[in-house]
């Protein structure tokens, strides 16, 4: 049996993306196959296709951190979750396809009624905006926060679970996308036209207790400075690599060296680095204690993550355009079995 799965034919644009076919695979022991319904967009896959993402396959390979499906086989020695079942999965790489193998621990059952497409916008983007907010800035009710990139899909989720956490939010984003800050609880910024620095300190007297920077390169600096004291800044992505010339990983190392610098003042804040597939790696428990929480605030109505558009898995291609533009609100979806 053949299946169509999407892959990185060699670092580039958006045009090395290419729809092949291929037999379908077996699980092995202690896997599950999955039957792919949706499967995430985001800039971590943009970063897998130009060649930047550190722990990947040689190409060609296929893209797609998280998926939502249902068990089509199980491997030996499986037998939770059951054939038939939906369940979701962050699988860092090998989501743009009809089908997946995976192991079956990585899957977390789906509740009855959600949506799959829903489901996929928790997996990458709230895991990450959860972790930060509760595992690493361990914020208070009241707590001040500036997001960079609100607009964004981790940014709609800071913004979607700092409003259930009763924070005060400012988020940094281009004009156009200002109401949809509004509408998710945040205090627009206009990164364009305002120094989002001075604009903190009109907007709080005395900064804020923690930022989450997607940004990194020298947009950093700027982050720490808006803190006040004992506050946290969490770096998670590198959307600053893809602006100007030089070395992508250049910027990328840079980044990260700045935030291990930063902690060497002795000023009582903290910068700190996130990486969600670090952190599954290291806490697979908490993984799943995260993303049963979400899915069970998404079952509850209290979270409903901003789709951006459901596409068809052979427009992946365009889906990657729209994230290189920057027009995407929200999560961008591929429909790979409909």
Known sequence: ????????????????????????????????????????????????????????????????????????????????????????????????????????????????GVDPVEAVGLVLHYITAYQMLHRIAQVQTGNKILIHGAGGGVGTALLELGNLAGLEMYGTEAKAKHELVSQLGGIPIDYQHEDFGDRIQQLTGDGVNAVFDSIGGSNLWRSYKTLRPGGKLVSYGFMSVFKGRGSKMFKIGSTLLQVALLNLIPDGRRAISYNIASWKAKHPDWYRQDLSTLLNLLAQGQIKPIISDRLPLSDAAHAHELLDKAEVSGKLVLICNS
């Open 1 to 112: 049996m053949k299946y169509k799965h999407v892959v990185i034919t060699r670092s580039g644009g958006p045009n090395v993306l290419q729809l092949v076919e291929d037999e379908l695979p077996d699980p092995q022991a202690g896997e599950i196959r999955v039957k792919v319904l949706a499967a995430g967009v985001a800039f971590t896959d943009v970063m897998m296709r130009e060649g930047v993402y550190p722990g990947v396959p040689k190409l060609p390979y296929s893209p797609g951190y998280d998926i939502v499906g249902t068990v089509d086989k199980l491997g030996e020695g499986v037998s939770t979750p059951r054939a038939g079942e939906m369940v979701v999965a962050m699988t860092i790489i090998g989501g743009y396809g009809e089908y997946l193998c995976i192991p079956a621990n990585d899957a977390v059952a789906v509740p009855v």
